[in-house]
């Protein structure tokens, strides 16, 4: 296929019942071509440690709560009393959380065009009271693929870009150019703001708005066949809008209109510093039934 | 290093301060070896899809809950009070659930031996209200490694080992052979029961007891240099135990004693079908702060 | 006003705007009668214990659930690291419930009639995310009035009703004629049925099915003036109802249509085995914002 | 007994299994003579309406959430599908919170003397990993009784009483001499320190301190028998204690040497503008097993 043929809203690249999108680039050929291409074998991290003190941007949703539900102590007593003489204790925690906290991967699922979500699923029929029935992240394959870096903050000169400041496709045109990358279908686009330096060490910062990509650039990113965008933000999309009408349309372009698979909050300094433009990608959703998204562990091996 | 170096319960092979166990034998160039073994790039996806109905042992800890923070009409209309007009509706979730619920793995502070973890680290001072300050998931490295298939249940001949039935190091020294497989340290051994095929068909079944490995086949695996453990049930070890005064010893023994993490609700058939014995196996924690564990999505590839 | 004037839907008795249906019944005149009838205090107390083992009827929604945030031995540690010496130890838990768990009362916003609520309130507007706008627990008034003992149970012979059991609009006429009882208006009406023995003793018998009253036995108390009706039972009404097709047609009748507070789980073997139909009933809600019911401690007093 | 023989530590007043403390004063001749004080019936509603903007004092405990489990639009889609036809829609919500949300009362196995409760039951033997063995909120009886005001606010002649400041036996005194009030074993005593203004219009300043009693004026209401106290502040007690090495002392005293129970977030503001100083006072608080406190909606009548 050609790039130009997905990532249009109906356009029915992969039939009426594909729940994919756009991780239908991810063939064997693709992820084969990423696995042969590393070197080395260096291993970078690409994500945060998270916990009750994730930012998150909701109000009225707490991001993420641990407590104790066992404790060594408590467990050891309790089997002791059973006749169990081993003291084995077991630490057990109870958490809470929404599936977009931390370093986390977008279910195809997570956002609608009105009451259509990807490929034109009802909204209404989709959505249970007890998560997705379709485009849940348990759909979401393994993404093994090529992933390329788009140094924007880099490109800029600073160490971030300014809040609020929109990146677009131009720059990305120019950031690919900068590091010798050409886009390919199947790719996972990384972009950096250098953003993700406020994450757990100035939340307010971190939340108060952020630079990220607009629909344009978006737009060109899909065009161009990539599997799915991350970015070291809260939200990969600049906030807040430029154009105080629109919520989240990055969010809607990617995952309704493209089948396009979005990674957030992720840290992209030291992929930066090693001037790594171009490495393999693996990202291993947990397949929980119907979620909008999970918390993911990203990492980049050259 | 030699094989009988670590593992021993205060051995400080890897030092007072060390909280990565046998997870340091995952050297990069035992990394590096298991990706560069990859020939097709074919992918085992190793986990099971769990929901609300996941099984699970402890009585009064729900394993698994999910409700709708925001659904996408929710959002809309409020969006729409706000003068947003692209109806960008969210769907989101809260999530309640332990660290051990579905495919999960255990970190290291899950599991002690009276008031010791894994090192000799203090329980009391290490456990704190919201969770572990040492020997957290968020200590666990990226798994890349080589994982090696003990097909305990192919070797028996059934479709899967009764339940109760004890795994002895003779069973798993013949499944090796059978295999033409030999453990090397810092490989990952996965270890088929066949019970996996009850987790959420048969979930009372799954829970009643399994076929598992006791502290001898724990032993002979850990003095090999194996980084961790998985299988296809509910806990890796036998259970009941045999001996009704003994709770989880295998835990102890690989957490607490050898510093061997363990994976547990796996899902193994395709391997064992395909007669994979050998391949790339590779498990991503999500960088929870002080959890005890957590869902993982480890992928084999070949 | 006379009894037959409240009850009917839409019948605007209270105003467009009223909030508390058949609760506007309870006048002063009412109360002070009520409380002025007491004469010796003594005080039954007719609710249930209730934990983590409350039986409870919908699949999915756990009743309720209580882990500790902070023991005493926590929260000394804590505190002697601030400098506090007193060693004031705090227990402090977590619970987690639906407002329906437990001896508990049904807010007026609890049930719908299609997409209407009490006095012809829109659920689509009533209802928001974070719980009713409109009819919440919090608007009914302390509930202080007389209140009368149905005990049909008592004239049956048995220990119990049967299972599935109808109580008939006639049954509940000769129970108050054998008690010597005429209902007036804002009195609070009591149905015993005897299965109140099963709450928490036999769970799943108490959930299989109870035996209570269905429509023409509710309409027959609203159209004299109730101002609210309990049971001893899960649900006030039969279980299942004889009509297939109807899903808690006495709850639509009581809540949404007669404006009439509904009691549940309640304990009532006290009452009936002194003898007392008469008594000064007292029900005091927490006000939680919005929220659909309340666990409450129902006494009566003579 | 006369009022100086409990409120000791260790004083065994009421038996070595006594779990109710000084609510062994509610008798039923207490009880009778405060519910035959009634003249005219009049209702005072002493509690806040509380959601999830409830003020709250510790940090990482969520005081209140509420979601929804079932809409009526949910639930009407189900039971069509389930061939029920009437329509009867479900609103049902699952609140999180601690027991010490909006106004409360505490049980007397909340707060412990080092390692002892009240009666000197042992903590780590009376808390359990779900909640209290003793001491809990079930067994706190239905509390009615005098209830006395001691408005030192009032006495004080501005709207509230300054934080920080420390409410003395002697005041208390005066509030009762000027209020022609005498405490008798039994009563409940109510604090009005004006603070309850600013529970839920301005937390931050409702929680960074709080007009209150400290220990002796807490021992003076002890010694004379109360058995309850309340107040309209966050916890009773002055806050910040003047002995930065004090934590909670009134809470030690009150609950754990005297046995006598706490309110908190009370509101008094009515009682007080009508200058009515001796009350029945009613409260009756949820009997969830185990919890170390419970939100009331306590009244006062007269």
Partial sequence: MTAHDHGKWGCACWGAEDELGAANLLT???????????????????????????PYMAPNQTPFLMMMWS????????????????DAGSNVERIEMTAHVGTHIDALGHVSKGDRLYNGFDAAETLTEWGLSRLGIERTPPMITRGVLLDVAGLDGGPHLAPGRVVTPEELARAAEAAGVTIEPGDFALIRTGWGRYFGTDNARYLA???????????????QGVTAIGADNMALEVLPNPDPAKALPVHQHCLAEA????????????????????FCLIVLPPKMRGATGAPVRPVAIV
Same sequence: chains 1, 2, 3, 4.
């Fill in 209 to 223: 708005g952020s630079p990220g990509i607009d629909v344009p650039a978006a737009q060109w990113l899909t065009a």
């Fill in 71 to 86: 404790s060594w102590r408590d467990s050891i007593r309790r089997r002791r009393k059973h006749g169990m003489t081993n």
């Fill in 28 to 54: 064997p050929a693709k992820r084969l071509a990423a696995l042969k291409s590393i070197e080395t074998g260096k291993v970078y991290d690409l994500s945060h440690v998270f916990g009750t003190d994730a």
């Fill in 259 to 278: 089948g396009v698979h979005i990674i957030e909050n992720l840290m992209l300094e030291e992929l930066a510093a090693d001037k790594v433009a171009r």
